[in-house]
């Protein structure tokens, strides 16, 4: 080819066709690709977890229903069989019966607990940081600690009656102890590196417990606070056993005696739904304010 030739060819567009074969690739599609991808498999893992969720639930109703029936030995009057217990529950459904029952349980918890929590909190905080107060309350805290929350109810039906008071009181004191002893330990074993650079770059008392102790003793405050919510279900048993007209545990003591036993099943599930559905409602809200915290499950 002439050198005529080769200046007649368009440069241009052969500089042009390179380009278009090899793509320029920008961070910002990288990304985004890469938020695509996790999203879906995190919807991925959410799905198979809701699946074997509904199987694991399936397999033991089935289960359940099958053992009065193949057993000889176990007595369906004694050991009704989920269709017995949904037959049962039926009636109390349709007279509001049973909605009764589960608003004044679900408000005397939540009352208890959402107590606990300020309580619990604030005095962890304060025994971690002032180590008088500390050296002052540890025997009284650790002492009652100790104490079982069922041994209190005696006391707390002589002081405060059978009234609402002392089932608040109870599922307080009983939920307070978890969430206390957490926060103090997350508060108290917060790294002195972190302290340090948070005072060498200036920051304040306020600013170094909000930005820097708060969130290093997170996980310890959330794991304190998830065994309180379980901890208020089994308190709350006790506190409407103790004396009430109204309740998840006053039906139960209702079908003990009346010998209704399905009845007492009845409370038996509603009581572990209350426990699932409060613990899966607790991740929900720690993913949604904690979003970097991922140790919940």
Known sequence: MTSA????VPQSDSTHGVYDAHPTIHSSDVGQRFQQEHRRLARS?????VILNIAGLVFFLLA???????????????FPPPSRVFTAALPLIASGEL???ISASLMRATS????AL???ITAGFLTARIETLHHLSEPVLHGFRSVPSLAVVPLAVLWFGIGELPKIALIAWGAFFPIWITTFIGVRDTNIVYLRSAAALGASRVRTLFL???PAALPFILAGVRQAIAV????LVAAELSGSNAGIAYMMSLGHQLFQVEIMFIGLVLLGAFGFVADRLFVWVVKRLFPWYQSAS
């Not at 893992?45 to 977890?49: D, G, M, P, V």
């Open 64 to 78: 359940w229903e099958a053992i009065p029936h193949l057993s000889s030995w176990m007595n369906p009057a004694l």
């Open 232 to 235: 208020s279900l089994i308190v």
């Open 118 to 120: 300020v309580l619990g």
């Open 45 to 49: 893992k959410r799905r198979h977890r």
């Open 99 to 101: 909605a009764t029952h």
């Open 5 to 8: 030739a080769l200046k007649r």
């Open 112 to 115: 208890g607990f959402s107590i």
């Open 212 to 214: 820097v102790i708060l």
